[in-house]
C-alpha cells in the first residue's frame, strides 16, 4: 500500500489576527506546522508528504521547519491556490502519476492533535470504502438560520456531524473528484463534497474533540490548554509505568 499525504499550509490566517500565518505560529515553542507534519512523520503507513505553502513563504516553510526539524517525508513543497481547493489540486498535480498511489489523504496544517489511531482508522475505512473523513456528531441543537438571523427550522442533530480532517481517498476517486469539479467550475468547502458531487458515498469516521482547526486567538489559547494535558498525562503514564 503507498500513501500520500497532502497538508495544505497556505492561508493567510486573518482571523488570527496576527502579522504571521496560523500555521507558523508557535505552540509548545514550536510551530503548529511542525506539530501535525511530526504526526505523519512518525506514521510507518505514510509514505510521503507534500505540504502546500504560500508562493511568498515557500522558502521559509524549508528553512524554518522541513529542514529544522528533519521531516524525511517531505518530499516536496508546492504554492498554494486562490482557494483551498485551488491549493489542493496543486498538490495532486504534482504528485507522480496517481496509479502510484494507493490512497491520497489530505489533512489541515493547523489541525495538530490528530492521533496516529484516527489517521489508521480513517486509512482503513478509505481502503474498504473508497473515501472516509473523520468527523464528530453534533451536540448542540442545530438550527437553519437565514442571513437576517432568523430562524428558519430546527434541523435533527442525529443528523448532522461536524467534518474534520485527515479526509482520505482511493487514488482514482479523489483525482477523478478534482477534475469534474473543475470542469463544472464547482467549489466545495471540503475535498469529501467533491467526492459526494461525483455519487460516490464518503464514510464518516467519529473524530475527536481534540482534533481541532486552530483559527482565531480563542483556538490558540485552546490547543495550549490541549497540549498541556497531553504532556501532562504522557508523564503521569511514564511515572505509573516506572514504578515497581
Not at 441543537?141 to 432568523?150: A, D, E, S
Not at 448532522?160 to 483525482?175: E, K
Amino acid at each position: 500500500m503507498r500513501v500520500a499525504v497532502i497538508i495544505p499550509a497556505a492561508g493567510t490566517g486573518r482571523r488570527m489576527h496576527q502579522a504571521t500565518p496560523k500555521q507558523y505560529l508557535c505552540l509548545g515553542g514550536r510551530p503548529i506546522l511542525a506539530h501535525t507534519l511530526e504526526v505523519f512523520e512518525n506514521l510507518p503507513e505514510i509514505n510521503e508528504i507534500t505540504v502546500v505553502a504560500q508562493t511568498k513563504a515557500l522558502e521559509f516553510c524549508q528553512n524554518q521547519i522541513i529542514t529544522p526539524f528533519g521531516f524525511k517525508k517531505v518530499l516536496r513543497l508546492v504554492p498554494g491556490g486562490k482557494e483551498r481547493q485551488d491549493s489542493v489540486y496543486n498538490a495532486i498535480k504534482a504528485l507522480q502519476r496517481q496509479d502510484d498511489y494507493d490512497l491520497i489523504v489530505v489533512h489541515d496544517g493547523v489541525r495538530p492533535f490528530v492521533t496516529p489511531e484516527e489517521v489508521r482508522r480513517v486509512i482503513g475505512a478509505a481502503l474498504e470504502h473508497g473515501a472516509a473523513i473523520l468527523a464528530m456528531p453534533a451536540n448542540d441543537t442545530v438550527k437553519k438560520v437565514n442571513r437576517t438571523g432568523r430562524i428558519q427550522k430546527t434541523l435533527n442533530r442525529q443528523d448532522i456531524w461536524l467534518a474534520q480532517t485527515p479526509q482520505a481517498f482511493q487514488a482514482p476517486i479523489i483525482w477523478r473528484a478534482f477534475v469534474e469539479a473543475y470542469g463544472r467550475d464547482f467549489y466545495g468547502t471540503d475535498e469529501a463534497s467533491l467526492v459526494e458531487a461525483i455519487g460516490i458515498p464518503v464514510f464518516a469516521i467519529p473524530g475527536s474533540v481534540y482534533n481541532i482547526k486552530v483559527t482565531t486567538p480563542e483556538d490558540l489559547v485552546l490547543a495550549e490548554a490541549i497540549l498541556a494535558f497531553r504532556q501532562q498525562s504522557r508523564t503521569t503514564t511514564r511515572d505509573r509505568k516506572a514504578q515497581p
